[in-house]
């Protein structure tokens, strides 16, 4: 199955107006200053882990993903269209694997090739940009190849605000759906028996867990010392349950099952910890949902159903926040690079060493870039769910 983008750049957004002329004039009858320009400011541009941050969350959003692809429909007497409405969700799941998550992966690739570029460029553009006062071949030379670097990052930037675009129409349809399956959620237990006393304190308690074991797996996963080679595992649990009145019943369902021994083994103790810890929350879970499914069985589908409805929204919503920060820091840096270009045109730099000083901090941009979407595709490849 087709894997999941999922990490993120943040730039301090400043005022992108760089370089800009400052013009001084004397008093009456004096002489006019001439214009001049305040070559050593640019707006900071560096990169913390957007990229790296999208990557880390594809495998976990492919989880819950195929978690509910593969549950059991839901069957409760008098409550035909909550099975509807989970036909809705898995619609929405196939819909972003289909389409979103690869448009993520594409645009990794988009920017990993512009890295690529820049360094491959990079000496021989350094070298130019040390002689654009004194020689108009080098200095053609510099502009026509920055030109070229300048607008891929600018075709970068509008697959970008496309992609997010895209995403948050998505995202309408999705909250709107997430929404709408709780609410007849809810409806559904409330015709239940028991609603008011142990149902309800029961699924109050495994939501709890459930969430607690997504917050590990997101630990894990955004661990910065190592990506692990491994695999979140999907399990399906069979449950034959006795209820009150003596009747025997099958109940199974679909969950984030166990993780692999490359996981649970990893050389970083936190890691470790966690992995520990969810195997912990497992076992706590395990007679929550025996108890639950005793009282009610259809309450124990119904109470995996929605939360992991819920879990897989909120984590297409936090994709969705990270890849706008990555939009944010893209544009600054599509801005600086714009800058410099005109001021090279305009003939700001009467220092070239300020130009290669400013080309410099475009080449550690690029570096960052270079090493989080490699970062990225590893999440992509070496994290397996299935």
């Given amino acids: 199955m087709k894997k999941t983008l999922i990490t993120g750049l943040l730039v301090t957004a400043v005022s992108t107006s760089c370089f800009v002329p400052v013009s001084a004039y004397a008093k009456e009858g004096q002489t006019e200053v001439k214009t001049v320009y305040a070559q050593n400011v640019i707006a900071p541009n560096t990169l913390s882990n957007s990229i790296r941050m999208l990557g880390s969350q594809s495998p976990l959003i492919q989880a819950y993903g195929l978690v509910i692809l593969q549950q059991p429909d839901i069957k409760v007497n008098a409550m035909s269209s909550l099975t509807n409405h989970q036909k809705f969700a ?3 799941v196939r819909e972003w694997i289909d389409e979103y998550n690869p448009k993520l992966i594409d645009l990794n690739q988009e920017m990993m090739r512009y890295s690529t570029r ?5 000496s021989k553009l350094y070298e130019l940009a040390g002689k654009v006062n004194e020689d108009e071949q080098a200095k053609a030379d510099f502009t026509s190849a920055y030109g070229k670097l300048q607008l891929q990052v600018q075709s970068i930037q509008e697959s970008m605000e496309q992609d997010l675009l895209e995403l948050n129409r998505f995202k309408t349809v999705l909250d709107k759906d997430s ?3 709780s609410i007849k959620a809810d409806e559904a ?3 239940l028996q028991g609603s008011s006393g142990d149902i309800v304190k029961l699924r109050e308690d495994i939501k709890r867990i459930q969430g607690e074991i997504q917050a590990e797996l997101t630990n894990i996963l955004n661990r910065p010392q190592e990506i692990i080679k491994g695999s979140i595992n999907i399990g399906k649990q069979v449950f034959t349950i006795t209820n009150q009145t003596a009747q025997t019943k099958t109940i199974d369902f679909v969950s984030i099952g166990t993780l692999s021994n490359e996981i649970v083994n990893a050389a970083d103790s ?4 966690a992995a520990l810890r969810i195997q912990q929350k497992q076992k706590e879970l395990l007679p929550l949902i025996q108890k639950l499914s005793q009282t009610e ?3 124990t589908q119904i109470t995996f159903v929605e939360d992991q409805v819920s879990s897989f929204t909120e984590l297409i919503d936090r994709q969705i926040s990270t890849l706008e920060t990555l939009l944010t820091d893209w544009k ?3 801005n600086n690079m714009i800058q410099i270009q005109t001021n090279i045109e305009e003939g700001t730099y009467t220092d070239s060493s300020l130009l290669q000083k400013h080309f410099n901090q475009l080449k550690k941009v690029s570096d960052e870039m270079n090493k989080q979407t490699n970062q990225f595709e590893d999440y992509v490849t070496n994290v397996e769910v299935h």
């Avoid at 820049?118 to 990079?122: A, D, E, H, I, L």
């Avoid at 936190?270 to 910890?273: A, D, K, L, S, V």
């Fill in 90 to 92: 898995k619609a929405n």
């Fill in 179 to 181: 929404n709408n399956l």
């Fill in 118 to 122: 820049f360094n491959s460029y990079y």
């Fill in 270 to 273: 936190q890691t470790r910890e």
């Fill in 297 to 299: 069985s259809e309450a």
């Fill in 189 to 191: 237990i409330k015709t």
């Fill in 332 to 334: 600054v840096l599509n």
